[in-house]
């Protein structure tokens, strides 16, 4: 991911890479053969005064003591997703962030993704209704990266690298006012470490989210659908279109049934064309250097950061309860 946000700060319009540092020698050698300024140690990076922000791209254990060191040294920081491992770590970071009056905030990328973004859009304009759910869904088949992604102590674990991610999305569709968590583990490759999981978000209003990573699915099931009090809404793949099927009549005067083997059902028969739209919504526009952007518009003062310190916590908050709720098989009041 350093290379993803190197990549990004080259061709950025309103940063400037001053140059990267990774305790490998091998990684700063590589950078270097590509014109990449590469600093020889960290503390050689940070005493850099013309370096106003470090972004941090490191293995999830270490965010805390990086991103500490860049704060005290005077720099605003960015920190990888998931931005710690425990709400002690993260209270740590916000209040050296605070103390050193310096931005500090996670990257929450996938905020720019459009198959988010257009669920959020529905849920936003009300056209199906009222929520009831929304279900999120990412499935791969090769298992859990065999770096230290498997193992616990580096922060590991399918929850905390792409559970943050959609449980950030959900929320930021649904709101902030989590309830409760419930959630089940797989370790199918993985015992040390969830290389899976199925986790159920209920929210003070009474909606629900639904949010699964499987990495042993070879068949994968849609990436979102969600159920509102007038239509459903859903996205098959990320690269697809919202498909949306509106009821314009609850009422049908005729109802075709269904003949299954054993019997006929009117009642799970579907709908006909009078009594629902069904429609594509287009893909929305998105660029994911806005993230940058807003950094840079909220150190020029002219903005507030996108990911709060709040959200910061709530995210870090659900994961922490859904490994309770994996442990001890309970429901973990938020
Ligand atoms: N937002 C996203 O879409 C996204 C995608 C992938 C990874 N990530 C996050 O980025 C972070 C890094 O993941 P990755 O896939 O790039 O891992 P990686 O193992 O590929 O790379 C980590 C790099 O950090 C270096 N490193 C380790 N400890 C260091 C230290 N103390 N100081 C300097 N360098 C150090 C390693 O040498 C390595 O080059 C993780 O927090 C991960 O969750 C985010």
Known sequence: MGGWHTQHLLNSD???LAGI???KEERRALAQSRGIHAYAT???LLADPRIELVTVATPNDSHEEIAVAALLAGKNVISEKPVTLSMDSLERMISVSKQCGRVFTVHQNRRFDVDYLAMKKIH???EIGEIINIESRIHGSRGIPSDWRGEKAHGGGMLYDWGIHLIDQALMVLGWDVKSVNCRCDHITNNEVDDGFQLDIVMQSGARAYVEVGTYNFIAMPRFYMRGKKGTAMITDWREEAQIVRCKHWHESEVVPVETA?????????RDSITVDTYTIPRPQS????YYRNIAATLDGKATQLVTHDQMRTDLRVILCALRSAETGETVMF
Do not use: C, N, Q
């Not at 660029?287 to 806005?290: M, P």
């Open 14 to 16: 309103v940063f400037e």
């Open 21 to 23: 540092y990774d305790i």
């Open 42 to 44: 960290r503390e050689e």
């Open 124 to 126: 936003d304009s009300g």
């Open 262 to 270: 054993a019997g006929l059902t009117k009642t799970m028969a579907p």
């Open 287 to 290: 660029d994911v250097h806005d």
